[in-house]
Each structure stands twice: as C-alpha cells, then as structure tokens.
Nanobody, 116 residues
Framework: QVHMVESGGGLVQAGESLKISCVAD????????MGWYRQAPGKQRELVAT???????NYADFARGRFAISRDNAKNTVDLQMNSLRPEDTAVYYC??????????WGQGTQVTVSS
C-alpha cells in the first residue's frame, strides 16, 4: 500500500512563487519516475513536469523556465517550485510516481489558486 501525500498548495497573487511537495509514505518503494500533473476546471489533466531517478527532467512548454522539479530519492519526495505564477496556472496539482514494476500511484491533489 502506498499513499502519496501532497502539501503546499494555496492562494497567491500573480507574479508570486509557491512550492508544492509530495511524499510517498512507503519507504521500501523503489521509485523510477516522479512528476506532477495539473487539472484546471473544465479542462483535461495535463503534464507539468517529470523527473527520472537519475535526475533527468522534462517540462511542459508553459512550465519551462518558470517551474523547477526536484526529488530526494532517499526520502521518496518530489517538489515543484513554481515562480512567476499566472492566473492560468490555477488548477489542482497532482503528484505521481512510477515504481520499478511500472505501477503508478497518485496523490489526492492540492489546489493552487493564482489571483490577478
């Protein structure tokens, strides 16, 4: 059993920064890829960023240059630092991990709201 626990969402103004975090509560889980998706009201869930176990990162176009994903393999955590936030970044952000057996686990989502 694996639970993904997210934290750090909230309400910020446009131009401000916010960091969201996620931890997999099973310390024995061997994780390969980690990442974040988001879903805005009335829209499909979309990829934000991913990071491999070796640290290779991948970003959606809207995130590149503003967001930074990082992870701590020893703690099974993944963070997303979001800078220069825009109202269109308002969404529920979901973390996910893929383990060595290619099983994926998702967090419950954390709300990020950016006011103009």
């Amino acid at each position: 059993q694996v639970h993904m626990v997210e934290s750090g969402g909230g309400l910020v103004q446009a131009g401000e920064s916010l960091k969201i975090s996620c931890v997999a509560d099973n310390s024995r889980l061997l994780i390969n890829d980690m990442g974040w998706y988001r879903q805005a009201p009335g829209k499909q869930r979309e990829l934000v960023a991913t990071i491999s176990r070796g640290g290779r990162t991948n970003y959606a176009d809207f995130a590149r240059g503003r967001f930074a994903i990082s992870r701590d393999n020893a703690k099974n955590t993944v963070d997303l630092q979001m800078n220069s936030l825009r109202p269109e970044d308002t969404a529920v952000y979901y973390c996910y991990v893929v383990d060595a057996l290619r099983r994926d686990y998702w967090g419950q989502g954390t709300q990020v709201t950016v006011s103009s």
